[in-house]
Every structure is written in C-alpha cells, then in structure tokens.
C-alpha cells in the first residue's frame, strides 16, 4: 500500500483520498527550482518559442491589477547571475557576515520572467511562480 507524509507523518493513502506526496518545504523548493531549470533549458532550445509556451500552459494573456484591460504577453526574459559569495546578518551587529566563495563553488543561475503589458501597467511573471502554480493544480 502506497505511503504518504502528511504533516510530518508516514500514513498510507486509502480509497476515498487522492493519491499524492507531501514533499518537506526544502524538498519542493529543490525541485521547483529543477522544474524551472529544464523548462528553461527546454524554451531556450526550442525552435518555435511560442508553441513551447502553448504546449507548457503558458496563458499569453492575464487580469490587469484593475481588470479594465488584459495584460499581454509580449517578452520572455532570461537573466543569468553567478553567486559569487554569500551574506547574511551578524550577530549584534548592522554589518553583514560576508564569505566569498573559491572558484569551485561559484554557481551559475539563471532565471525566467514572463512580462505581460498593457496600456495601463507591466507585469512580470516569474518561472518558479507559474510551475509552482501549475504545480498546485495538479490533481496528481
């Protein structure tokens, strides 16, 4: 009998419940953040961009913020950043603990957003936003 992690416990999935796992939020994070990374890789390598967006449930138009006019899709942005080192608080202090990192660890990253306009507003859409959305409607 298949096992679920319901709130931190191990209990088995019955007939009347849907059958799904609960991932620990550290978990998910790790693998939204693959999701985002092959549906990057998967649009960048695409040959027709726009069916890549259709076929993925991309919508290509989204409510305005005052819903009198929709927002258009009208550019994918892709960013790429190196984290280059780390900071975070000090204790009993307002200056950051800062630790560069060696070479080896330097990591590339990249980032989508999808940028919907309309004559009154810009709105970006973020990757890890749209599958964790797509994600929660899943009925799987």
Known sequence: MPHDIVDGHIGHNHARDHLHSHLPPEDAAEELQVLATQFIDGFVQAADKTAYLRLAGVPFERPGTSGATALKL????LATEWQVGS?????????LSYLPFPGAMVKERANMALVYVSSDEKSLLDIREFLSSRKTNDTL
């Open 74 to 77: 009208v550019d994918v942005s």
């Open 87 to 95: 900071a975070s608080p000090s204790f009993g202090s307002r200056e």
